[in-house]
């Protein structure tokens, strides 16, 4: 993505690569944002030196270790290389320069592991020509692990690393296939995926820098025409969604959009339109069947002057957030399913946001001086009055557990899941228990889906 930036409007212009945000901001509403969030976000340090550093990207790997980028939310046309993380839960954030060897060179997003890992995917402006930088020594320094060397057909759209071994990186079209290397050495080598594992691109087709969702072994990426390439094994192979009969382009001049997944089978499409740059329409598309169908959501508590900047789902749950950069209709929605938006705060300027569970979400923000403001983090349990009401009524124990769980609720359970903490379903039943026996110690959620459309999720110990 390249970037323009504006004192008083922030435009991100799509060319073939440059994914459509519109994020209006102003020098004032930047230094009243952090003042203003209500009591659900507490505000965070993003420790970078210069003032008005806004997150251009953020990726949590767990609830206590965040990477992520930044761009110069004053300076037109600067390019900006610098991060910052945590691994202690946004206790402290340390920020840092990525330094790729070429200041010309775009980040395009960050993934991190830890406390001193973490890779980036960077690319030049002209002809896409880049690749994937690692640091092992928490940012300190930056090694080149593969670049990409196709002018004008290679494009290194993202990197992403399911845990310290396993990663992916994605690319444009290459002699007619999607440019696609995984890795299961922590980027020591890499193989590219044979074309007969990726669905051949439409003419014209391209991916956009930074427009994919991870969540467990998961990967999706969405491209200009409309469609989500999906893999459920870490990139190896891929299928992809007919998306386009919803929308045409995620990133287009008059349309644009965004996606979030729960799992393999449950997400979610926004699809905004324009007219000139006043954002116009505003659309949600469900699917829980992992794209085989989809379904537009009737829903209230947001419109389309809100531009919804990112969204995401509490992996998996049907919780969503949502958050918007707007100066004059920003702020941070919670939803159920997606069909009724209540708002969190209202006023505020969120670029970015994910989530590790109920408990634990972050936002990036704009620090409003050097080292003050830039992030925020959660303080309350994230539950919609729908899932409130449903805990009232929804006992799962024991808590924590040595393998059986049961549920006790006044409604028919449709289905339980147990999802590990990256984000896996492990477990799926239709019966009113459920046993972790054969599950290693750890934290998991169980998930009731009950009759009555609601659901009742809880952390639970297996010990």
């Known amino acids: 993505m390249d970037y323009f930036y504006h004192i008083t409007v922030f435009l991100l212009f799509l060319t073939k690569k440059y994914l459509m945000k519109r994020i209006l901001f ?55 290389q610098e991060f910052t993380k945590t691994s202690n ?35 030049d402006n002209t002809n896409g020509l880049g690749g994937i930088w690692k640091t092992s020594d928490g940012g300190t320094t930056w090694t080149n692990q593969l670049m990409l060397t196709t002018a004008g057909q290679s494009w290194t759209n993202y990197v992403h690393f ?10 444009d079209p290459e002699s007619g296939e999607f440019e696609i290397y995984t890795t299961s050495n922590g980027g020591t080598t890499w193989t590219r995926v044979p074309g007969a594992n990726i669905p051949n691109p439409l003419t014209d087709e391209y991916g956009y820098n930074g427009g994919y969702y991870a ?48 799992d393999s089978n449950t997400g979610i499409i926004v699809r905004k339109t324009f007219t000139g740059t006043t954002p116009t329409g505003l659309q949600f598309h469900k699917t829980t069947d992992g794209g085989a169908t989809w379904s537009q959501i009737t829903y209230t508590g947001l419109t389309a002057a809100n531009n919804i900047s990112d969204i995401t789902y509490v992996p998996g749950t049907d919780i969503l957030l949502a958050v918007s950069s707007s100066n004059t209709n920003g702020g941070s929605w919670k939803s159920k399913n997606g069909t009724k938006w209540t708002a969190i705060d209202t006023g505020v300027q969120h670029l970015s946001v994910r989530c590790s569970d109920v408990n634990t ?52 359970i449709k289905m339980i899941s147990v999802v590990d903490m990256s984000g896996k379903t492990v477990i799926k039943t239709d019966s009113g228990k459920t046993d972790l026996s054969s599950l290693p110690k750890g934290t998991y959620i169980i998930k009731a889906e009950l009759s009555n459309g609601t659901a009742a999720t809880e952390k639970v110990i297996k010990q």
């Open 26 to 80: 102003s020098i004032t509403a930047l230094l009243i944002s952090s003042a203003a969030f209500s009591q659900y976000w507490s505000t965070q340090n993003s420790g970078f030196a210069a003032a008005s550093r806004g997150i251009s990207g953020m990726e949590m790997y767990d609830a206590n270790t965040i990477w992520a980028f930044a761009y110069n939310g004053v300076t037109t046309t600067a390019n900006v």
């Open 162 to 171: 399911f845990d310290a071994n396993n990663g992916i990186i994605g690319g």
């Open 215 to 262: 969540v467990g072994n998961n990967i999706f990426f969405y491209t200009g025409k409309g469609r989500i390439y999906k893999s459920t094994d870490k990139g190896l192979t891929w299928t992809v969604l007919a998306t386009n009969s919803i929308i045409g382009d995620f990133g287009g001049t008059t349309e644009s959009g965004d996606m979030a997944w729960s």
């Open 361 to 412: 979400c972050f936002s990036g923000g704009f620090n409003t001086s050097a080292t003050v403001g830039g992030m925020f983090k959660s303080t309350q349990v994230l539950a919609t009055s729908e899932a409130v009401n449903a805990a009232k009524q929804t006992i799962i124990y024991p808590n924590p557990t040595k393998g059986e769980i049961n549920i006790k609720t006044d409604q028919k």
């Open 89 to 123: 839960g946004g206790t402290t954030w340390t920020a840092g320069t990525i330094n790729v060897g070429n200041t010309a060179l775009r980040i395009t997003n960050i993934s991190g592991v830890s406390a001193t890992t973490a890779w980036v995917g960077a690319f």
